[in-house]
Nanobody, 121 residues
Framework: QVQLVESGGGLVQAGGSLRLSCAAS???????KAWFRQAPGKEREFVAA???????YYADSVKGRFTISLDNVTNTVYLQMDSLTPGDTANYYC????????????????WGQGTQVTVSS
């Protein structure tokens, strides 16, 4: 049984930083893990992904500001978000087990419940 639990969301001012965590339980070490986000009234969009071989992918909108990392010991994937803007306001979801390639377009077998990030101007 795979479970993904996100944490670390909150309210931050523009220009600030947050670090999101996604704790994975179950057999997920071979899975690609990713972060997506969905703002009100918008479609869910890809943010970043890391494969089991540590290949990393980012959406153009977050390159240079967000950093995804993976701790295999604790089976936790992190998303460090710097230089946040109001445009980053969304519910952020962790996903695992990409089916297809590239990670941005893959379907994922497992999803977390999400954590809200709100950036004030």
């Amino acid at each position: 049984q795979v479970q993904l639990v996100e944490s670390g969301g909150g309210l931050v001012q523009a220009g600030g930083s947050l670090r999101l965590s996604c704790a994975a339980s179950g057999r997920t070490s071979s899975y690609t893990k990713a972060w997506f986000r969905q703002a009100p009234g918008k479609e869910r969009e890809f943010v970043a992904a890391v494969t089991w071989s540590r290949a990393i992918y980012y959406a153009d909108s977050v390159k240079g500001r967000f950093t995804i990392s993976l701790d295999n010991v604790t089976n936790t994937v992190y998303l460090q978000m710097d230089s946040l803007t109001p445009g980053d306001t969304a519910n952020y979801y962790c996903a695992a087990q990409a089916i297809g390639f590239p990670p941005a377009r893959a379907k994922y077998g497992y999803w977390g419940q999400g954590t809200q990030v709100t950036v004030s101007s």
